[in-house]
């Protein structure tokens, strides 16, 4: 092979992940172990069960991404890892697995930040030039970033409590939409967004979060008490249990939906405004990627769309596939500090996980 291949080990949650790319972001071959199902059946995810999991297919996974791929270990140029955020016991599997691997085959190590690798993959499907603007929503993430490189991101706002997916799939477990008969095997953010297609948003009404506040910051802890207090009135008048399903679960999805695309479209749109006023984007086809396993949300994209289409920003979205973790999008972002010689180890320094 021509091209410098790397080997990409995602394991930051509870998707075990790994891929090989060449340098042109060509996936030679990759394997991606979910345990999704699991983690839906305890009603949530279990830190230690995750690690198990973890353990328990990290080599596997890895040894299939190769052969897929038809490489050798020692034909790899790098090993990249994700080492920052996600849940400590999960990273751990992957550095350490990551660290044996590097020193047996004699390889340079590069540490990824889970977050730069979702904000870079589009760059590996199209030329996306720097700098644009971020927007990554998932089950662990709600930020708004300005890509101004490879290791260059300017932090417009955060999350401070918890991330949009999270808040989904805890409403969909306090309306356990698990028992309903289209929902059983669906994330909470599918449940929801399937229930809302039928359902009247204007029943329920919950507040935009943070509509005082002058930052591009998010807050769904609030929404999500909204609604609780919403489905316990609800289960008072119908005289229900809670466990049950109620009658209105198509309308408390499609205004909980709503509220959290409209939060998402304003604390978007601030930052665009924010951006052009400190001319942070270019004046040429400034551009908004939207990612993170809640971008899949087709209700959520066409929200966001309207801001774009109101501000003259160009979307781009990833397919579903990539905008979830995988390890194909850490190898990418391995690519793209390989190109640059950025953050490139050799295989006998101890690296350490961060979870934050
Ligand atoms: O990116 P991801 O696979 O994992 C991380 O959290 O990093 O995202 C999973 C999250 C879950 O919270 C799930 O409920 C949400 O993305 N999600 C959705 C949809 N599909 C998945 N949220 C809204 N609408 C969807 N269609
Ligand atoms: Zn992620």
Excluded at 253 to 266: F, M, P, R, V
Aim: hydrophobic share 40%; with cysteine.
């Amino acid at each position: 092979h021509s091209s410098r291949l790397v080997l990409g080990i995602e394991t930051s949650c509870d998707e075990t992940g790994a891929a090989v790319l060449d340098e042109t972001g060509q996936i030679l071959g990759e394997s991606l172990h979910s345990q999704k199902e699991v983690h839906l059946r305890t009603g949530g995810i279990i830190p230690t069960v995750a690690q198990q999991l973890h353990r328990e297919n990290i080599e596997r996974v890895v040894h299939e991404a190769l052969q897929r791929s038809n490489v050798d270990a020692d034909q790899l140029s790098a090993v990249a890892t994700t080492v920052k955020p996600g849940l400590a016991l999960s990273l751990g599997i992957g550095l350490e697995f990551s660290q044996r691997f590097v020193r047996k085959h004699n390889k340079p190590f590069i540490p990824i930040h889970h977050m730069e690798a979702h904000a870079l993959t589009v760059r590996m499907l199209q030329p996306v030039a720097f700098p644009f603007l971020v927007l990554l929503v998932s089950g662990g993430h709600s930020l708004l970033a300005v890509a101004r490189g490879v290791d260059d991101f300017l932090l417009l706002g955060h999350t401070l409590d918890e991330a949009p997916g999270d808040t989904l799939d805890k409403v969909a477990r306090r309306l356990s939409l698990i028992k309903h008969p289209q929902c059983s095997t669906l994330s909470g953010g599918q449940a929801i967004e399937l229930l809302a297609k039928d359902g009247d948003r204007t029943r329920f009404r919950f507040r935009t979060p943070m509509g005082q506040t002058h930052n591009c910051c998010f807050s769904f802890a609030g929404l999500r008490n909204q609604v609780t207090m919403a489905i316990m009135k609800k289960e008072a008048e119908e005289g229900i249990r809670q466990g049950s399903l109620l009658s209105c679960v198509n309308d408390i999805a499609a205004a909980t939906q709503h509220t959290i695309a409209s939060h998402l479209a304003k604390r978007t749109h601030r930052a665009i405004l924010f951006c052009k006023a400190n001319s942070l984007l270019p004046e040429r086809n400034p551009t908004l990627v939207l990612s993170g396993g809640v971008a899949s949300n087709q209700y959520i994209r066409k929200a966001l769309s309207i801001v774009t289409e109101m501000t003259g920003l160009h979307l781009l979205c990833p397919p579903a596939k990539f905008c979830t973790d995988n390890g194909v999008m850490i190898a990418w972002n391995g690519v793209e500090r390989l190109r640059e010689g950025k953050g490139i180890l050799p295989p006998d320094v101890d690296v350490f996980y961060e979870p934050k």
